[in-house]
């Protein structure tokens, strides 16, 4: 499976950003889906995860504001951002895990300016 990212860019605080990630294939095998941000240099925190039964998960940090959605028809996971604040801004990566396989996207920039 291939995850292809999108949607990032630079937005004004309070303002929103959609971010699109679809896969290769079909999603229904990939038990989660979800998105991380950088940290370090590397992948780390988690932004938010939905499991192939619809439960979601979000960092306290995103709570209220973001909204994480798999949409299996187009094969694709989105991350709905509202409300953006400066402190939002990072390079936020796709993932999907199919059992104990993982799967990452390339990132995408967010910058949220003040």
């Known amino acids: 499976v291939q995850l292809q990212a999108s949607g990032g ?11 699109s990630c679809v896969a290769s294939g079909s999603i229904s095998s990939l038990h989660v889906m979800g ?4 940290y ?5 925190d988690m932004v938010a995860t939905v499991t192939d039964t619809g439960s ?3 960092a306290d940090s995103v709570k209220g504001r973001f909204v994480i959605s798999r949409d299996y028809a187009e094969d694709t996971v989105y991350l709905q951002m509202n409300n953006l604040k400066p402190e939002d801004t990072d ?21 949220v300016s003040s």
């Open 91 to 111: 390079v936020y990566y796709c993932h999907a895990a199919d059992g104990p396989v993982d799967y990452w996207g390339q990132g995408t920039q967010v910058t």
């Open 9 to 19: 860019g630079l937005v004004q605080a309070g303002g929103s950003l959609r971010l």
């Open 40 to 44: 370090a240099g590397k992948r780390g």
């Open 56 to 58: 979601a998960n979000y």
């Open 35 to 38: 998105w991380y941000r950088q």
